[in-house]
């Protein structure tokens, strides 16, 4: 069973940029069964899809975060990032990572990213 | 971009009660569509993949039916541990941009 770990800052300042990482177990991010993606929840609201990495290399962003958001893989670490540039308090939210795939999906616990100065 | 409207936003429900939630998606996705159950502080779950298909381990009251732009999930006989929010997901492969529906919020009458 994939496991999927977040890490990074849980304080950004406002303007800076919010980098996360996912530490991906239990199965290879090279493998073509999923699409390693980052969506995220601000407090009280909604989910947001903000984006997928596949295992080709390609990616896919939210439209209304794409001038904003780079996801990248580091096969060697088995690990996937997300980095979102120019937050705002709006970008406050829990990030969780994903493997999305066909017949199995599994979500990392979450981490809480505040934007404040 | 393709928008899914799910609804209602909330409902409130009974124990025993067939309780129906609907997401409609601005153009057709064939079935490339999800539906999770997440509960206050956990990450969500998915129940149903491909519009209608059960997730290993799901129970059976749990169902999901459409294909294009209409779909709907069904809970037969709401238990205590189904009060929770639900999602919808659509995963087109065109335009390659995957969007949440709004959530439904499933309430103790």
């Known amino acids: 069973q994939v496991q999927l770990q977040e890490s990074g800052p849980g304080l950004v300042k406002p303007s800076q940029t919010l980098s996360l990482t996912c530490t991906v177990s239990?199965?290879?991010?090279?493998?073509?069964?999923?699409?390693w993606s980052w969506i995220r929840q601000p407090p009280g609201k909604g989910l947001e899809w903000i984006g997928y990495i596949y295992y080709s290399g390609s990616t896919y962003y939210n439209p209304s975060l794409k001038s904003r958001v780079t996801i990248s893989v580091d096969t060697s670490k088995n690990q996937f990032s997300l980095k979102l540039s120019s937050v705002t308090a709006a970008d406050t939210a829990v990030y969780y990572c994903?493997?999305?795939?066909?017949?199995?999906?599994?979500w990392g616990q979450g981490t809480l990213v505040t934007v404040s100065s | 971009d393709i928008q899914m409207t799910q609804s209602p936003s909330s409902l409130s429900a009974s124990v025993g009660d067939r309780v129906t939630i609907t997401c409609r998606a601005s153009?057709?996705?064939?079935?490339?569509l999800g539906w999770y159950q997440q509960k206050p502080g956990k990450a969500p779950k998915r129940l149903i993949y491909?519009?209608?298909s059960l997730q290993s381990g799901v129970p059976s009251r749990f169902s999901g039916s459409g294909s294009g732009t209409e779909f709907t999930l069904t809970i037969s006989s709401l238990q205590p541990e189904d009060f929770a929010t639900y999602y919808c997901l659509q995963h087109n492969s065109y335009p390659n941009t995957w969007t949440f529906g709004q959530g439904t919020k499933v309430e103790i009458k």
């Open positions: 153009q057709g996705i064939r079935n490339d």
């Open positions: 239990g199965g290879s991010i090279s493998s073509g069964d999923y699409y």
């Open positions: 994903a493997s999305l795939g066909y017949l199995f999906d599994y």
């Open positions: 491909a519009a209608s």
